[in-house]
């Protein structure tokens, strides 16, 4: 525990990593509103509590990411505000803290100091991410699969075979099959599909889902520049000629070394692989050619979650699949 008035993120994800619950008190002992910072349920979720007096009830939030609830404890009246997307979290970290800091800096009440972030945020949380954290775990499960890849194949020829941050309709595209990798950082196996040819083998070419599961890994965690720096050392070293190639695909995919960047992740399971016809898809045959044609996008969600992986995948690299 602290009694500092701000937690640093790094103080967190260490007892995010290690799924551990602790209470960050952050008002004064004798100090009313109690304000405290809670990793809480087995160190899966963040919250900030608010005590609250007789005549107050929590505010309202009208926001599907951010739930704010009643709670008792230690015989006093909390109000509760947490997130219901575990991708957000460390962004929902310093939302917690710029609401704790009206509150215990600059005197407001839970009312105000909730709606004053809330608006104050509101230009940010509205506006599409940049480089979301969906887009950083799908990046780092690009390039883990690549290291994988690299031990096998050799470094030029791993370059040379990933090919989604060209736009590709598949990520990888190996001697003889391709393959398709999805990353979560959910506890199920639920991924996002982009488009009926995503999960559709190109003609002659077997094409393996591959789906990945990462969690909060603490201090021992990988952040994704440790995985791009990583990779660029490697090839470097074993295959200079593809260095070049590398970062302009490590651009094509959004990285930029400016990015700010201190979220670890480690895998939470072996990856899964199946072959496309063992994934829940959408079949563009059940389309009539006259529909389809007017459909411009389709997007959807599978769940993976308790398929059992295909007998006899085309490479063992991903058996030890961990972050470069």
Known sequence: MTDSKYVPWVEVEYFLGKGQATTFPLSSPSSHPEVSYVVGHGGQ??????????????????????????????????ARIRTTQVTLMRDFHDLL????????????????????????????????HG???????????????????????????AVESWRGPEGEEHDFGLPGFDFEVKTTASEQRRHTIHGVGQLTPTPGRPLWFVSLQFTRGGSHGRTL????????????????????????????????????????????????????????RLDPKVLPTSVSERISNIQ???????????????????????LP
């Open 45 to 78: 979720e963040i919250s900030l509590h608010v005590e609250l007096d007789r005549k107050h009830r929590p505010p309202r939030s009208s926001m599907p990411t951010i739930r704010i609830d009643q709670i008792a404890e230690r015989g006093m009246r909390l």
């Open 97 to 128: 803290s710029a609401i704790a800091d009206r509150i215990v800096t600059h005197g407001r009440t839970l009312d105000q100091a909730y709606a004053e972030t809330i608006r104050a945020w509101n230009a940010l949380l509205n506006r599409p």
């Open 131 to 157: 480089f979301s954290t969906e887009k950083r775990i799908g990046l780092m499960g690009e390039l883990a699969v690549l290291n994988c890849l690299a031990q096998e194949y050799g470094w030029t020829t």
């Open 225 to 280: 520049a440790d995985c791009v720096r990583a990779v660029q050392t490697s090839v470097a070293e074993h295959a200079p000629a593809s260095l070049h190639r590398l970062d302009n695909k490590l651009a094509a995919a959004g990285w930029s070394d400016d990015l700010p960047d201190d979220e670890r992740w480690t895998p939470r399971t072996q990856p899964l692989l199946l072959d496309a016809s063992a994934v829940p």
């Open 300 to 322: 959807y969600t599978i769940d993976a979650t308790g398929l059992l992986p295909t007998v006899a995948p085309p490479s063992t690299a991903l058996d030890e699949l961990r």
